[in-house]
């Protein structure tokens, strides 16, 4: 199923105009470093070039030329970058729709994303989507030794809707340097445990002053964990 | 190679398994060489998860069993089995070379496993046929840890003739031929009862081992010379391949040797892990009216072009979802919308995306949105939702159901006059070449092609035809008249079968009408099915958001020559039929059905039927008919009844919309209890728009 979406994401890319989603791992496991490996003009041609056997063709993929900030930056627009390790997806996206502090970000294919101040409350296109949630503020998440409510819907067993309720409790981890596409930011780790009788799941977040530059947090229990990565503003 | 139908399913499989995500589902609960619940011949005290349909096919030396099992409830499940004997004539050279026989089981879970408790199941294998099989029992089965069952039971019949610790409830009298179909009432749980014992011992995650001490004597087949029955104890070994697919082989009896496949298929999910398909576009905000207060002026209404603009730019937005606009109709306030699903499978999702579009298209002035599914082009339902309810809750928190707590369901009314349709949908001509299967048992079936065309002529008046080429199968065709002493309305099938290839399916024209609120009405003339010709008309009350409908149904028809061809020669046969009906959403996707009336043959009679629909197109069902005929009239079977089931391949393969696989399976088809087959009869066309099926799904619509 990964596969079957990660493969959508590659062939779209050929075909995508806008080309301003990438898939650096196409078809290829996650144990492989799956950093963005070429411009987005060159992994076009490249993926075309690819197409009759692109399983077997994901590796020269990664021989094509890295790709630079200066090319991203070049599109003038927001990028967020999506790596979903269960489906060994990772792409680049961008707004669709922005309504106040809530941001759609699509695929090329139509995979979204939608975001509130960076955090995740709702998916579509995915399959196991998370439909909708109640998910914490950016003020509550800075709040060290906070606690919050967590509650995600998705679309259950028969197409009925079905919620995990959570109660979460924020944790300051310290202060870190991390590196995105050839730039350095410094960050506070924020961790968000959440915990209900049948379990409990962390969501991880980055910050950068008020903006989370980097996050780590749940999708769905199929899709699992989404890595998202503020690449360009 | 695999039986036709097993094909079939083996593809599904091969195909679901490419997209099984890595949360697999656990392990079932195992089944036996019968297809139901249980060790390797004998039954267990375990049910499967609830739902769950099962596809076996079963290999013990010269007997073959193919069954369809469906766990209805949690703890009642029901199994349609087709046995083969083969070298049935290895004693007596004059009997057929092999035997073939049809059976029904149904088993229920009395009692769930608990710390202390076995599961316990009450069940009778064949408890309506000729008796080849039958056997009833009580089974417990016990877990120790997660790898050790433990099962004994207790077994009448054929599960009681090894063995045996006396009769507790009397003689089991021998089964009347002419009782043949019937429940055998008089056997059950009648003459010696015997013990039976197993034990499962689960290796690892893909192998378990099984072992167990059988009460079945396997008399017949001792009797004909087919199996030699050395030892009551049978043992083997089963592999479990993803959450679907099971393979078993066994040593039976102490001198045969066994092989079992078990597709097992859970409607409540999808293979896919979810809903496939592109995301939706999101609301599109209107300015707020303090910003621009210009924006929310209902003077564009006087444009004389607003509603072709509108239109067409509403037509390009949903075209990528197939939902297609048969009328559009505003003013400044209100939008009513009258759309055509073709594709998406849910309708909540359908009318989602259909709003969406119209806050995307619509000017500001327009608040509140009309969507009105047609189906067969009539009204199904119309659902009204408040644009500022979308824009408010497109990103809250369990989003859906407090969308539908807001959203106004009703009946569809009459078409706005000022309505801007399209020229390009009246009339239309449409026609397809599609492969097509027509799958009579569980391993019976055809694969042929189907040509299928219609002429729209205006909304709800269609003509439409069928030609189906049979290509390959193994259905009857000889050809021969049946010996029914009923008119021959369906035992004739295999003389259809045979000379109507290439035949004419149906050649109908079709009125489809809202006579009134909450009524709907269908009247069809011409070649109604492959069988019969006439006149079918049909009148239904089902208000929007009653669980209860009522409708009244009565045909004229002659019955058709067996050439596929127009005419009515071979047959001097015609009938006046109908049926008053009633129809009830239980709930959970429970819907039953009481037809009473008269039937193709002249009886007069009723017919129960329950059915469990899914949300995600599923439909399983059992029927059965009573009517003035008597058993020996009726011939084998005794009286009429079956399963039906449905699933759409989409489900496979995660794609939106899409054909359909499924059959109607009976023991027998006999002449009594027959209804002519016409299609688009209304119920279930326009429930999938009305309250319990739109809640059922309702989470889709922000999908």
């Known amino acids: 199923m990964g596969k079957g979406v990660a493969l959508t994401l590659c062939k779209r890319l050929s075909a995508g105009l806008l080309l301003l989603a990438l898939l650096a ?62 489906r060994s997806t990772d792409a680049l996206v961008t707004p669709i729709d922005t309504k106040g ?76 340097v991390i590196e995105i596409l050839g730039r350095s930011h410094r960050v506070t780790k924020v961790r968000e445990e959440c915990a209900r009788a049948q379990g409990k799941i962390t969501n991880d977040f980055w910050f950068e002053g008020q903006t989370i530059r980097k996050s780590r947090q749940l999708i769905s229990g199929a899709a699992g964990f989404g890595e998202f990565e503020l690449v360009i503003d | 190679m695999l039986p036709l139908p097993s094909r079939i399913l083996a593809s599904l499989a091969v195909s679901t398994a490419l997209f099984t995500v890595p949360a697999l589902a656990e392990i079932p609960n195992s089944l036996n060489l019968n297809g139901t619940t249980g060790l390797i011949d004998m039954p267990s005290g375990e049910a499967q998860e609830d739902a769950r349909f099962i596809y076996s096919l079963a290999v013990a030396g010269p007997i073959t069993r193919a069954t369809i099992s469906f766990q209805f409830t949690e703890r009642l499940s029901g199994s349609f089995r087709f046995q083969t004997w083969r070298n049935w004539n290895e004693l007596v050279p004059d009997a057929p070379e092999k035997l073939t026989d049809k059976s029904f089981d149904i088993r229920y879970l009395l009692l769930k496993e608990s710390r202390y408790l076995p599961a316990l199941t009450i069940g009778m294998i064949d408890f309506t046929g000729r008796g080849l099989y039958s056997s009833e029992y009580v089974a417990a089965t016990k877990s120790f840890g997660d790898r050790l069952k433990v099962t004994a039971g207790l ?24 009782d043949y179909g019937t429940p055998n009432t008089e056997q059950w749980f009648r003459g010696d009862a015997a013990p039976f014992a197993g034990i499962e011992y689960r290796i690892n995650d893909n192998w378990t081992f099984k072992g167990e001490y059988s009460s079945d004597a396997y008399v017949m087949e001792e009797d004909r010379g087919l199996i030699e029955r050395d030892s009551p104890f049978n043992f083997g070994f089963e592999y479990q391949r993803g959450p679907m697919a099971r393979y078993g082989i066994y040593s039976l009896h102490g001198s045969e040797i066994g092989f079992a496949f078990h597709l097992t298929l859970d409607p409540k999910t999808r293979a896919t892990g979810g809903v496939m398909g592109a995301a939706p576009t999101p609301v599109k905000a209107r300015p707020s009216r303090t910003a621009d207060p210009d924006a929310y002026d209902g003077e564009w209404v006087s444009q004389p072009d607003a509603g072709p603009v509108l239109r067409q730019n509403l037509a390009k937005r949903l075209a990528k979802d197939g ?19 073709g594709r998406i499978d ?9 709003a969406r579009a119209l806050s995307h298209v619509m000017p500001a002035s327009v608040e509140v949105f009309e969507i009105v599914p047609i189906v067969n082009g009539i009204g199904a339902s119309k659902v009204t939702i408040r644009r500022s309810d979308l824009e408010q809750l497109e990103f809250a928190a369990d989003n859906a159901t407090l969308l539908r707590q807001k959203v106004i369901l009703s009946d569809a009314g009459p078409l706005a006059a000022n309505a801007v349709g399209d020229d390009g949908l009246y009339p239309k001509f449409r026609w397809g070449l599609r492969p097509a299967f027509r799958l009579s048992e569980p391993l019976k079936g055809d694969v042929g092609v189907r040509l299928g065309a219609s002429y729209d002529i205006r909304p709800g008046l269609v003509l439409s035809g069928s030609v189906y080429k049979r290509l390959f199968g193994n259905v009857d065709r000889s050809g021969e008249y049946s010996d029914s002493d009923l008119p021959h309305v369906r035992s004739d099938s295999s003389r259809y079968t045979k000379f109507a290839d290439p035949g004419i399916e149906k050649l109908t024209l079709a ?53 596929g061809g127009l005419g009515f020669d071979e047959y001097d046969y015609d009938v006046v039929t109908g049926h008053v009906s009633a129809y009830y959403e239980f709930g959970n996707g429970f819907i039953g059905q009481l037809d009473v009336g008269r039937y193709l043959a002249g009886d007069y009679g009723a ?60 023991p027998a088809l006999g002449d009594g209890g027959a209804r002519v087959d016409v299609d688009g009869r ?19 619509v922000w999908r």
């Not at chain 1, 490996?37 to 197409?51: D, I, N, P």
């Not at chain 1, 979204?112 to 509550?140: K, N």
């Not at chain 2, 209304?682 to 889709?700: F, V």
Request: glycine share 12%; hydrophobic share 35%; with cysteine.
């Open chain 2, 607 to 666: 017919t129960v039927s329950v059915d469990r629909v899914f949300a995600n197109g599923w439909r399983v069902g059992a029927f059965a008919t009573v009517t003035d005929v008597s058993p020996e009239e009726f011939g084998e079977g005794g009286f009429d009844k079956g399963i039906r089931f449905s699933i759409p391949l989409n489900w496979a393969l995660g794609n939106e919309g899409g054909t359909s696989l499924g059959a109607t399976l009976r």
């Open chain 2, 323 to 341: 939902i297609i606009i048969e009328n559009l109709s505003y003013t400044a306030q209100t939008v009513q919308i009258r759309i055509r699903n």
């Open chain 2, 682 to 700: 209304i119920y279930n066309t326009i429930r999938e728009y009305h309250g319990t099926a739109l809640d059922t799904e309702w989470g889709r």
């Open chain 1, 101 to 176: 502090d809530v941001v759609t970000w699509s695929t090329t294919d139509g995979t979204t994303f939608t975001l509130r101040d960076g955090v995740l409350i709702q998916t579509r296109g995915l399959g196991p989507d998370l439909m909708s949630s109640q998910a914490p503020t950016v003020s509550q998440l800075l709040t060290p030794g906070g606690t919050h409510p967590r509650q995600y819907f998705f679309l259950g067993t028969d197409d009925r809707t079905t919620r995990r309720a959570y109660d979460c409790t924020v944790t300051i981890a310290g202060q870190e």
């Open chain 2, 155 to 178: 077994g009448w019949g054929r599960l009681g003739s090894y063995g045996g610790i006396g009769a507790p409830f009397g003689d089991r009298p021998p089964l009347d031929p002419s």
């Open chain 2, 346 to 354: 849910a309708g909540p999702q359908a009318i989602g995306r259909t």
């Open chain 1, 25 to 86: 791992g196409c078809g290829k496991e996650r144990s492989e470093p799956s950093p963005m490996t070429a411009t987005l003009g060159t992994v076009a041609k490249a993926t075309l070039s690819q197409l009759p056997g692109r399983r077997a063709a994901a590796a020269p993929a990664k021989a094509t030329a890295k790709v630079t900030r200066a090319d991203l930056e070049k599109y003038g627009v927001p990028i967020l970058r999506v790596v979903i390790p269960v």
């Open chain 2, 511 to 563: 009125w489809y009408a809202r006579p009134a609120e909450n009524l709907y009405s269908r009247v069809t003339l011409g070649y109604l099915e492959r069988m019969h010709a006439g006149i079918s008309g049909e009148l239904l009350w089902k208000p929007v958001d009653s669980r209860l409908a009522l409708g009244v149904e009565l045909n004229y028809t002659r019955q058709r020559d067996t050439d």
